[in-house]
Every structure is written in C-alpha cells, then in structure tokens.
C-alpha cells in the first residue's frame, strides 16, 4: 500500500526512569496546518482502496434500501401537547413533532433545518412542569460543545438569548424563572476540541437575562469537581445535584427550594458508590445505589436523617443488576439476567406488583411517565426483533403493540442464541451469537465480534439494521459480555478495571477462539469491531494476538494510553484505567498494553481500517491518527492498513444517516474485501 510518508519528530517523556519515545506526537495538535494536510493525505489513500472494492456501491444502495422506512420514538406528554421523534426514513436527524388531543400533528421542531448537510443535530430538550416552556441543545460537527436555545413552546417561537459553550449538561427547569445547566471553562489556548476541560461548574440562568449574569450554584474554584449534574424532583421541591470526578462512584447533595435562602446540604461526601434519587414523597427520599449492593438497591431516606445507617430497603439487592425508572406513583425494576431484561413493578412501599411479560427475550427499556400519568410507553427489542414501542397500561399491566419496526428484515429465518465460554482464567463469559437458520458450522462464515467491556455499561441485545448486511450473507453476529461492563454488577466492573484491564482482551480474545473452535468461523474469516473504549480493546486484541484476526476494526478508539488524560475530559476514565503517572507499577501495566505504544515492528498486523472523525471531542482523533500512523509504519505484510477520518463529525451521537450509511457501507466491503467474500445482491 501507498501510503503517506508521515513525519517524525523527536519527542521523548520520561516516566519514573523510563525513557518513552512519541514521535508522532505532532499529529495531536488537530489545529496544525501540517495534521490537515496528513488527514486529507490518508483519506486519498483509504478512498482510493475503497473505491476499488466491486460491490462498494451495492452495498450502499442495499443500505439505503433497509434504512428507508418510517421511524419513531415513544411519545411523551409535556403540558397540553404529546410529543413524539420521527423519520420519514432517510432523513439525516430525527424531527420532533407534537399533537394537542385529537387536533393535527404538526412540526415542532426540524434538526434537518440547523445546516444544509446535516451534521448540526439536535442534543436534547428540557420542559418546564407546564410545558409551556422549552430549553434544547443543538451540537454542531458532532461536538460535544453545545448552544441552547430556549422556546415559548404555545407560539413556537424563540425567547432570550442563545446561550454558548455548555457541555456534558441536562436543563433542570425551576418553575418557569428559568434552569440549572453545567459547564466547564472553555480552553482558551489551542483547540477548543481537544484542550483539557478540568472543572465543571453549575449555573443557573434566568430568564431574560444574559448568560454573562447566570449565578453559580455550585462547583468552580471553590469544589472543584470534573463531573455535576442537576435535576429537580417532580414536585419542584428539591434540586439534586451529583458530582464525580470519575465516571464511577459520586458525591449526593440536595437543596430544598420551598425554602427560602436554603442552604445545600451534602448527603454523601465521597465518591466510592453511586447513588441518585429517583423521588421524593414529601420528606421521604427514595434513593437509587450501590452502597453496600455491587448489583443495586432502592432505599428510603427521610430529609431529616439522611446519614446512610438510616436508610431501609425499599427494593433489596438481588442476583441480578437492578436499573430503576418512575411512572405513574410506580417503580419499574429492569433487572438484567445474563444481559437480557427481566422487569417488575413495584409500589412506593416497595411491594411487588406483577413481572411484566415482555414479548421474547432481548432488552426492554423505557417504563417512564410524570406521576399523574396512568399508561407509559417502552421499547422491545433483539438482535433479531426490531425495535417495537408498546403502550402500557399501569394499572392493568396490560402491554399492546404501538408502532411495529416497517424494515425488510423477516426475523424468523435467523436465530439468536446465548452460550457461555470460559475466559484465560476460568471465569464464564455470556456471549449472544447470531445467524441465519440453518448455516453450516463449517468454520467458513464471515463473523463479525463486538464488545466493549468497560466504565460499568452493559451490552443488551439490540437490533442494528447495518448488520442485516452481514446476516443476509450468511455471515454471523457475535456480541461478548465482557468484564469491566455491567452485565453482573460492580464487582464484574471492576474485574476489569485498572491493573486487572488485562481480563477485559483476555476475555475478547476468548470468545474468538471460542467461535473458531465451534466452527462457526476461522481467523482468516473473523473480524472483530468495538468503538471508543471498545476500540482500544480492538487495538489491544490485535496487537497481541495479530494472527487470530483476519480483520479488524477500531472505532473513535482510546489508543494512546500514557496520555489518554491530558485531553478533553478524559482524566475522568481514570477510575476504570489508572494513569501513567500514577506509579512505576501503572505506568508498566498501562504501557504493555496501551494499542500505540504494543505495535511491533515487522509483524504482519489484520487488515485495518481505523475510523474516527476531526471534530470528535471525546475521545481525540489523535489517538488514532497516531495508531495509524505507527502500525502503517511497522507493520509488514499485504494486509491494508487504513484509516477513514469523517470530516465535520463527532464521537458519534448526531451524525447524519448519510454519514451513518456511508461509514457502514465501507466496514462491509472492507471487510468483505479482505476475507475474500463475494457480496451477493
């Protein structure tokens, strides 16, 4: 392959001794005129090579044929109006229309409108309690900086001014006088998109008045904390506010707003558990955590004696992890059970009151509504049940089908099927395997395996309308439960944290070895996929077992994991990954496997293609620009290396279907392309 001559500089850190070469540290600056002419030097090779697979097109138009049907959300209620998501089908961002009773439906907001390409989306919504009131965020190029801008939502129409510069936020209304909203200091020197955003901060912005004079509530110089959110409970009565400086555990202070000058009272003064509040019933509290439960409880707590030896179970722990939502004066209880949904409804007195029956076995979510409200709505689906919404009745427990999936997929002509294998170690991993019915266990099936496994985020099966693509060829589906996710509580969270991270590719690298002992694959037919924290399991997977893989495909990967915590907000990842400067012990863990620095040279690495995209702020293009930049460099072999690098684009949330399809489109035919399949229309 072709491929750009990439600079080297000499860049040298040293690390309790260690001497630590980077020279492709110069790719970091995304602002440089040098790092623009890199990318668009890459995207030429990597278009090039695309360009010339056969059916890259067919693929495409397959695609877009799949994609073209009309999509919708749950709808929710808010004031005199229900509110509801929808696509014609190929529109680039979802449009939100609302109806009163049985009037006309109308447009009430078009995200299609922001921009003439469709990469300006709109990042969510807030109500006031009346809902005549209305706070969204746009994100634009995939930021995850947004504007907000806030609606008389009676006449539709623009109210105050915009206001600039808020990130990793919701919009808490207070009455109709206005909302609470975070945000961190914009870096003032280089790029706003990869600078280090440290502290976070609290306002309030009323209405009517300038952004300049919000009042800070809370967080700044003063507590000084990476991650504070607000909500109020349903009654207006209290503020909640959370704050981290990690994505695991949180601080809990409330603030009674039917007092006058109250002050914020601090609940929990550490960051060990996590803890919420669901509700509140006057003086009683209900809490949603961790404390003294890996797979989570509900518990009581009254405003009055709020130390933590007070509190009485409302909803014990279990075996299985517990997620909670409120509707209707009734707690939902979404156990997972080997990653697939169980739900119950419970009272406030914490009485069970039915399991609710749900259609097959995948993943339930939704089960929200406002207290006074006596149906809800909530979403099924599987990796081969496409996303239907249901109406429920509260009272009744009666489930009816709402709006039905409209795409060409028949689900009875494939099977999904659990199975669990044993990791380097002996621990049992859950693994969803999926394919069509009747598939020759031959060892000859284009497989493709996906997983995550970190920051405690579970993996439920979920129906993907790209991976028809794969399916429809006879190929097979194979998403792994891996530890450091969710699935089984905090302890199999923290089974793959930190000095243990290892158990995390061990157990990756497992589940290929399973798939290709049981014949459903073979390494020259096996790709494995993962994005943010899933491709640096890609890359780490890769660079120590080269030949397991025949394709891999790291996505907005964390590569670079000595210096993943100098950008952006990512020295909040360190509770799962530990930093580099932490000690000579971590720094050692971190180094043998972080996916930039384990690239040998002369190895003959799968056939790559990195994908991330210029304005991603999460985690930076850096990391893979420079992966790339250094397995281009040393690997050896015919296998491509490549990356594909989205222009005016983000982490992810909000990108257009076009660039959606596009980027999909490519994976198949390199995938595809490189295990020698031919893709049959």
């Known amino acids: 392959m072709p491929y750009p001559d990439t600079k080297k500089t000499e860049t040298t850190d040293n690390y309790f001794g260690t001497q630590v070469i980077d020279p492709y540290r110069w790719l970091e600056d995304d602002m440089a005129e040098d790092t623009k002419a890199w990318v668009v030097e890459e995207n030429e090779v990597t278009e090039n090579y695309l360009s010339q697979i056969p059916y890259r097109n067919a693929i495409k138009d397959r695609l877009e044929n799949l994609w073209n049907y009309e999509k919708y959300s749950a709808p929710f209620k808010e004031g005199d109006y229900t509110y509801f998501y929808k696509n014609d089908g190929l529109q680039n961002q ?5 109806q009163k009773d049985e009037g006309d439906i109308e447009v009430f907001l078009d995200p299609n409108k922001f921009s003439t390409d469709g990469t300006t989306s709109l990042a969510g919504i807030s109500f006031s309690k009346d809902g005549s009131l209305a706070a ?9 900086w947004r504007k907000v801008i806030v609606l008389n939502t009676l006449e539709n129409k623009i109210i105050g001014d915009t206001l600039v510069d808020l990130k990793f936020t919701g919009l808490a209304w207070k009455g109709n006088q206005g909302f609470y909203y975070s945000s ?11 600078g280090l955003t440290q502290y976070h901060k609290l306002y309030f912005h009323k209405l009517g008045t300038p952004q300049s004079e919000d009042e800070l509530i809370f967080g700044g110089d003063i ?35 039917s007092k006058a000058n109250s002050p914020i009272i601090n609940i929990i003064n550490n960051f060990d558990q996590e803890y919420s509040i669901l509700d509140n019933q006057g003086d009683s509290l209900l809490i949603y955590t961790n404390l003294d439960a890996p797979n989570y409880r509900v518990v009581r707590a009254n405003i009055n004696e709020l130390g933590s030896d007070k509190w009485k179970d409302l909803i014990p722990e279990t075996e299985n992890v517990l997620n909670v939502s409120i509707g209707g004066g009734k707690i939902f209880a979404n156990y997972l059970k080997d990653a697939t949904s169980l739900v119950q409804q419970y ?51 009666e489930s009816s089908e709402y709006k039905k999936a409209g795409v060409d997929f028949d689900p009875s002509l494939y099977e999904s099927k659990q199975v669990f294998y044993q990791s380097k170690d002996g621990t049992k991993i859950p693994m969803i395997i999926t394919y069509k019915k009747g598939i020759q266990l031959d060892g000859n099936n284009p497989t493709l395996l996906y997983g995550y496994g970190g920051f405690n985020i579970s993996l439920s099966p979920s129906f993907s309308t790209s991976n028809i693509i794969l399916l429809e060829q006879g190929g097979v589906y194979a998403v792994a439960n891996l530890r450091g ?13 930190k000095m243990q991270k290892q158990n995390v590719f061990d157990d990756f690298i497992a589940a ?40 891999a495909l790291p996505a907005v990967g964390v590569l670079d994991m000595l210096r993943y915590n100098k950008f952006t907000a990512g020295a909040g990842w360190s509770f799962d990954y530990g930093t580099a400067e932490d000690s000579k012990e971590m720094f050692e863990y971190l180094i043998k496997y972080s996916p930039y620095h384990a690239i040998k040279e002369g190895v003959s690495y799968p056939a790559t293609l990195i994908t991330t995209a210029d304005h991603d702020d999460r985690v930076v293009p850096a990391h893979s620009f420079k992966f790339a930049a250094r397995l281009q460099e040393y690997h050896q072999g015919n296998n491509p290396v490549l990356i594909r690098i989205e222009t005016n684009a983000g982490h992810g949330a909000g990108k257009p279907t076009d660039k959606i399809i596009e980027e999909a489109a490519d994976k198949w035919a390199f995938m595809f392309q490189n295990m020698e399949v031919s893709y049959k229309d």
């Open 184 to 194: 961190y200091d914009k870096p003032r020197e280089g790029s706003t998109l990869s």
């Open 94 to 98: 979802y449009v939100l229309y609302r």
């Open 347 to 397: 009272d406030y007195s914490g009485k069970l009151e039915r399991s609710i029956d749900l259609p097959d076995v995948g993943t339930a979510s939704g089960f929200s509504a406002k207290e006074n409200e006596t149906e809800l709505y909530y979403s099924f689906t599987s990796y081969i049940y496409p996303p239907t919404i249901y109406k429920y009745t509260i009272n009744s427990g």
């Open 512 to 551: 290929a070895e399973y798939l290709i002992q049981s014949k459903y694959t073979s390494s020259d037919k096996l790709a494995i996929s993962g994005g943010s924290n899933g491709g640096l399991l890609v890359g780490a997977a890769m660079t120590q077992r080269p030949e397991l893989f025949k394709v």
């Open 223 to 257: 507590t000084k904390r990476r991650y504070i959110d607000a909500s109020l409970t349903e009654d207006q009565r209290f503020l909640v506010i959370t704050a981290a400086n990690t994505t695991s555990g949180n601080e809990l202070y409330i603030k009674d707003l």
């Open 485 to 497: 996710g969710g699935e089984y509580g905090e302890k199999w969270h923290i089974a793959g944290t």
């Open 136 to 144: 969204y965020q746009i994100s634009e190029g995939g930021s995850d």
